[in-house]
T-cell receptor, first 111, second 116 residues
């Protein structure tokens, strides 16, 4: 049962443009959400997080938006850079402090 | 502190053999997680510890899997009688209590297990 879903397995964006990565979840008990970036043969690296009491959190080029009613969050990267090319995972946290991860979206930023 | 470290980075073993992986978390982190990731999937939760107590185990963690964190510092994950389906990347992460302060978990680089 996949409680966190990333329906786009891949995304290609031109350098300088905006990248939008989407994530949907099914469990209304999730109250914290995180985005991780992963390069091949490395562990995931934390990018940005958002609490369910907020609808937006911004850190430099990265902004996460949360729509609780739609059970949807998105990560915006602007401007996109070639070094952003990686697999991006969203993760949701329940009250048991267990992370549930999506299946990932592979982002390619074209120079 | 150099972050979360895992050892070994790669392990190739024959089916039926036992393997043990080690994770050294960030020193002040009281929580430690084990995840497994297969190709094309996101990390799947296996188990987590708060200090030395194992608080939750996934149903993915069959009786061939055992994890320990004897002194609340490093942790080991042992797989007995390995099967080809155990081939995966095993990830360890650590964090402070996620209900206090910064809410993020730091991952190690993983141990890639190949069962032949």
């Amino acid at each position: 049962d996949q409680q966190v879903k990333q329906n786009s397995p891949s995304l290609s964006v031109q350098e300088g443009r905006i990248s939008i990565l989407n994530c949907d979840y099914t469990n209304s008990m999730f109250d914290y959400f995180l985005w991780y970036k992963k390069y091949p043969a490395e562990g995931p690296t934390f990018l940005i997080s958002i609490s369910s009491i907020k609808d937006k959190n911004e850190d430099g080029r990265f902004t996460v938006f949360l729509n609780k009613s739609a059970k949807h969050l998105s990560l915006h990267i602007v401007p996109s850079q070639p070094g952003d090319s990686a697999v991006y995972f969203c993760a949701a946290l329940n009250t048991g402090n267990q992370f549930y991860f999506g299946t990932g979206t592979s982002l390619t930023v074209i120079p | 502190d150099t972050g979360v470290s895992q050892d070994p980075r790669h392990k190739i073993t024959k089916r039926g053999q036992n393997v043990t992986f080690r994770c050294d978390p960030i020193s002040e982190h009281n929580r430690l997680y084990w995840y497994r990731q297969t190709l094309g999937q996101g990390p799947e939760f296996l188990t987590y510890f708060q200090n030395e107590a194992q608080l939750e185990k996934s149903r993915l963690l069959s009786d061939r899997f055992s994890a320990e964190r004897p002194k609340g510092s490093f942790s080991t994950l042992e797989i007995q009688r390995t099967e080809q389906g155990d081939s995966a990347m095993y990830l360890c992460a650590s964090s402070l209590d996620l209900r206090q302060g910064e809410l993020e978990a730091f991952f190690g680089q993983g141990t890639r297990l190949t069962v032949v």
